[in-house]
């Protein structure tokens, strides 16, 4: 149980583009889902919170027009880039939490490429 | 905030042999939890331990023990007869009342045959 996935698993996009992540709980309702990018070789930083309903809270530091994020229901949140530049090439991944303070399960990843 | 430290960028152990991780935190929060993650090459974060800070019993997975010292804010984290499959990062992290997880830097641990 409590398996996250995430699609596309590695993306290769045109400066200038959007680009939308999906991360689905598959077998759990997530009342709340996280997104969280890595650098190579380093940790994961939390960009945003959301909460299913709600406006996602993002982190400081973290556009939120350049990363738009919507969570629809409670099994799927989507992270947009919007006009993806070189420096957003990263590493991108999802967690999701049934609810209270308890484990964050975490998707796979999508690997990122703007050239 | 709440701040999570790994202060061994690199561990290495013997297989078979016994390796401990280390970790510190500071809060103020009197009620969180604190985990240990494992990212191998593939990327996919694996959840090793997770310990409640209310409990004073240290949380035990087969050959995976935490050391929690809630007083001192430690939460190390110690392999039992290590395997090569063991070989990854580890991550470190606290989550408190925002329910928003902090990692650490991480530490890459290295098992030699």
Not at chain 2, 7 to 17: I, N, W
Request: proline share 4%; with cysteine.
């Amino acid at each position: 149980g409590a398996v996250v996935s995430q699609h596309p698993s590695r993306v290769i996009c045109k400066s200038g583009t959007s680009v939308k992540i999906e991360c689905r709980s598959l077998d759990f309702q997530a009342t709340t889902m996280f997104w969280y990018r890595q650098f190579p070789k380093k940790s994961l930083m939390l960009m945003a919170t959301s909460n299913e309903g709600s406006k996602a809270t993002y982190e400081q530091g973290v556009e939120k027009d350049k990363f738009l994020i919507n969570h629809a229901s409670l099994t799927l949140s989507t992270l947009t880039v919007t006009s993806a530049h070189p420096e957003d090439s990263s590493f991108y991944i999802c967690s999701a939490t049934p609810g209270l303070i308890t484990s964050q399960y975490f998707g796979p990843g999508t690997r990122l490429l703007v050239l | 905030a709440q701040t999570v430290t790994q202060s061994q960028p690199e561990m290495s152990v013997q297989e078979a042999e016994t390796v401990t991780l280390s970790c510190t935190y500071d809060t103020s929060e009197s009620d969180y939890y604190l985990f240990w993650y494992k990212q191998p090459p593939s990327r996919q974060m694996i959840l090793v331990i997770r310990q409640e800070a209310y409990k004073q019993q240290n949380a035990t997975e087969n050959r995976f023990s935490v050391n929690f010292q809630k007083a001192a804010k430690s939460f190390s984290l110690k392999i039992s007869d290590s395997q090569l499959g063991d070989a990854a990062m580890y991550f470190c992290a606290y989550n408190g009342v925002t329910k928003d997880m902090r990692f650490g830097a991480g530490t890459r641990l290295t098992v030699k045959p």
